[in-house]
């Protein structure tokens, strides 16, 4: 089989983790930058290796640049940049959205603000597909896929979890600030992320440090009633750690208790599971073996890229 034909992708920098696992899809992206590298025009932006396959644009060259194909990330890039920055004929291209929450307004009435039967609506998790109501647009789910450095493994000598949350106190309820707040009143809990500071954490850690830092912890906490699978939940079980979490969206899918992790809706048990892995740390190996094997499985980089080659190979036929 011949390889596929080289596309030039414009899409933006909007989750920098997912952007540097989308890049390692053997096509080249084009990245849009303004003057004062706003959010979402910051291009390569921040501490992940990326490669040449990244390129940075001026906004106000867009218009003159060639590409195959528009990758949208957010509503912004949707409703108000592509008519802003690029021409009517750029406009016409093959174009995708890349739909990376599941609804926030109502968890099974609100209409994706995609309802287009020429484009393509990508959700990451079958849960998030499950829960938008999609309109006419053609949907397809793509899965995470992650890398983690080769030399990293667990290690679980901190007698400790670990959450990785991202402005926990400004998001509240939603993103588990609550039920976090609970358990470390009860279990040995660290909090790190972007300011993470303000809910009493250790702060953001880089993210090529990230998982030789998280691998001493003994377990991974995924406090969220919420979201999308997370790729820091992702990435934890890709070294070996085991998962101790609301079941809530797709992580139940993830995680199988007493083989992986455990999940539960009552946070209180799920702090006697956490105090017993830090008793336990036999135990706390076990079933980080088991998280490890699910994600070289379910979320490998290969898988990954192999579906989005497909998607973008169909969008663009």
């Known amino acids: 089989m011949s390889p596929p034909r080289k596309l030039r992708i414009l899409t933006w920098h909007v989750h920098g983790n997912y952007l540097y696992y989308l890049s390692q899809v053997p096509h080249t992206f084009l ?34 640049t060639q ?25 016409q291209l093959p174009r995708i959205y890349l739909e990376h929450d599941p609804p926030q307004v109502h968890p099974t009435n609100t209409p ?21 109501d999609s309109g006419r647009t053609p949907v397809r789910i793509v899965e995470h896929g992650v890398i983690v450095p080769p030399d990293v493994r667990y290690d679980g000598r901190l007698p400790r979890g670990i959450a990785i949350v991202n402005h926990l106190a400004r998001r509240g309820r939603r993103l588990g600030a609550d039920v976090f707040e609970t358990a470390r009143a009860q279990v040995p809990l660290d909090l790190i992320g972007m300011a993470a500071e303000e809910s009493g954490g250790l702060g953001e850690v880089a993210n090529t440090e990230l998982p030789a830092y998280i691998a001493r912890y003994r377990f991974y906490f995924h406090p969220i009633r919420w979201t999308s699978l997370g790729l820091a939940a992702i990435e934890a079980m890709m070294i070996g750690l085991p998962v101790v979490g609301l079941a809530t969206t797709e992580l139940v899918t993830v995680i199988r208790n007493g083989e992986s992790g ?16 830090i008793d336990d740390p036999d135990e706390a190996r076990r079933l980080g073996d088991g998280a490890r094997a699910v994600a070289l499985e379910r979320f490998n980089i290969e898988r990954f890229v192999h579906d989005w080659l497909d998607v973008f190979r169909d969008a663009t036929a």
Not at 51 to 59: A, F, K, M, R, T
């Open 31 to 64: 990245l849009p930058v303004d003057p004062t590298r706003s959010p979402g025009f910051n291009g390569r932006a921040g501490t992940l290796p990326w490669g040449d396959n990244l390129v940075e644009v001026p906004v106000d060259a867009l218009r003159s």
């Open 262 to 277: 455990w999940l539960d809706t009552d946070p209180a048990r799920l702090v006697a599971h956490m105090q017993r892995l």
């Open 67 to 91: 590409f195959d194909c528009i990758l949208f990330q957010c509503r912004s890039n949707y409703r108000e940049d592509q008519f802003r920055l690029l021409s009517g004929a750029q406009q």
């Open 112 to 132: 994706h603000p995609v309802d287009d039967p020429s484009m393509l609506l990508v959700h990451v998790t079958p849960f998030n597909a499950l829960m938008w």
